[in-house]
């Protein structure tokens, strides 16, 4: 096996150039700051590859660095935007499942997972057991909190747990998901109603939502992503989306396209003047730089696809 070398940031280039793209000599200024192996991931959905004597021989014939390094910026841009949307809705939720748990358990019945869990799917232990770890969970977040009303005594149990409209909102996204994925029937579907979704449609939704923010907060490339489970989708979503064929089927596709129609879905739903401005803008930007980014991206072609408000507009009119 050949040991990779290191190469200084004028051989990157030059190695870049060799199979086949377009360079300047100052790009190599941008490999100082952005390593090759990042903006190696953005050229790759562009190049076109092949096997040669068990190798991947990639081939960059028609590229540009400056095309790769827009691609790199334009997933940087809409990752920002993307975040900002998730957001809305990962406090929108929060505020919605402690109201129905401080509704129905008053103050502090949350900690007390038997009043709210399903137990047709949890037996007493897992409920225990995902108890214990919750509130572990909770007061190490509350140990490094600085939220001023987790000093106050009057939202504090006499173990020193917050309320529910406090607690929740001390979790991270993930925690959320977990907590929502334990509900019983009834609030589940309670909080479904309130987003008029369906309780699958809420479950697999932020499911998909937690792996994206994760994704988002991390620096991850989401303009390439290809989800390993395809949420459920809406029929009124299939006049977006690329759909795959294979044989006498067809499947949507599972790229960052069925991330974007869920982000609507449920920001429509909490703000329906909320302004999608910068990640039109991305789209938009994301499809003049290459055309065929728009099926990278998922959608069926960019008539309506690459414009949020189109998008509502067409959904109210099947709502």
Excluded at 97 to 104: A, E, F, Q
Aim: hydrophobic residues 35%; charged residues 25%.
């Amino acid at each position: 096996m050949n040991m990779p070398q290191p190469l200084t940031w004028d051989e990157q280039l030059e190695l870049l150039k060799k199979r086949g793209m377009t360079v300047k000599t100052d790009d190599v200024k941008k490999l100082e700051h952005i390593s090759y192996y990042r903006l190696k991931e953005f050229a790759r959905p562009l190049a076109r590859t092949r096997k040669e004597n068990g190798q991947t021989i990639i081939c960059y014939n028609g590229i540009s660095f400056s095309q790769v390094l827009t691609r790199y910026y334009q997933d940087k841009n809409l990752r920002i935007n993307l975040l900002h949307a998730i957001e809305k809705i990962e406090v929108s939720l929060k505020t919605k499942v402690s109201y129905i748990l401080g509704k129905y358990y008053g103050a502090f019945g949350y900690l007390n997972f038997s009043n709210w869990v399903n137990r047709n799917r949890f037996n007493r232990f897992e409920t225990e057991k995902k108890q214990y770890y919750f509130k572990k969970n909770l007061l190490d977040i509350i140990s490094k909190s600085k939220n001023p009303e987790l000093r106050q005594r009057d939202n504090l149990s006499k173990d020193g747990f917050p309320s529910v409209w406090l607690g929740i909102d001390l979790l991270m996204f993930g925690n959320l998901v977990s907590i929502i994925k334990l509900m019983n029937s009834r609030i589940l579907r309670e909080l479904a109603a309130l987003y008029d979704f369906k309780v699958e449609e809420l479950l697999s939704w932020i499911k998909c939502l937690n792996f994206i923010r994760n994704l988002c907060a991390h620096n991850s490339n989401i303009l390439d992503i290809k989800l390993q489970t395809v949420p459920v989708t809406r029929e009124s979503w299939n006049e977006f989306l690329y759909f795959i064929h294979k044989g006498d089927s067809k499947r949507p596709t599972n790229r960052l396209a069925i991330v974007l129609l869920i982000v609507i879905e449920f920001v429509r739903k909490i703000n329906d003047s909320y302004r999608w401005n910068n990640i039109r803008d991305n789209l938009r930007a994301i499809r003049s730089s290459n055309e065929k980014n728009v099926q990278l991206l998922g959608f069926k072609d960019s008539s309506i696809s690459l414009d949020p408000y189109e998008i509502i507009n067409c959904l109210k009119k099947q709502d």
